[in-house]
């Protein structure tokens, strides 16, 4: 995690830009803050890491990275935001056992914030997939 968020961090400097003097934060703002955050709690892990007995593998303990590897290939097939909310929807109403109106809620508003603060106002490029390039073509 420490190589993935140094990575995020050069990319959100170097490819996305950070902050512009008369608009204010470019698209890599977030990722950045957020990888600087992710590179912080990965060091306390490693520190702490030594200290800990060894870990035990319950398999409810994969389904996190399982929908992690389903979430990138779903994005390679309808792109980023559709894949994101199709996990957001299936996890509450099935794994969380929500009610449908507060899977819907819940959703309505990450996406919400997703396309509104990401999309419109920072214009980060999400990955469309071969679907949605298709359609836009």
Do not use: Q
Not at 7 to 24: H, P, R, S
Not at 27 to 32: A, E, M, N, R, S
Not at 102 to 120: N, Q, R
């Amino acid at each position: 995690m420490i190589g993935i968020s140094i990575a995020f961090i050069w990319m959100g400097f170097a490819k996305y830009g950070f902050w512009e003097d008369l608009k204010g934060p470019r698209p890599g703002f977030f990722p950045v803050i957020i990888s600087f955050a992710l590179l912080a709690a990965s060091l306390l892990a490693l520190v702490f890491s030594f200290k800990e007995k060894a870990p035990s593998w319950p398999l409810e303990n994969w389904l996190v990275p399982l929908s992690v590897v389903v979430i990138m290939g779903t994005t390679f097939i309808i792109g980023l935001l559709p894949s994101v909310g199709l996990y957001v929807l299936v996890w509450l109403r099935w794994f969380e056992k929500c009610t449908w109106r507060t899977t819907l809620t819940v959703f309505l508003i990450i996406m919400g914030i997703v396309i509104g603060a990401f999309v419109l106002w920072l214009g980060v490029p999400f990955p469309k997939g071969l679907i949605l390039n298709l359609i836009a073509n």
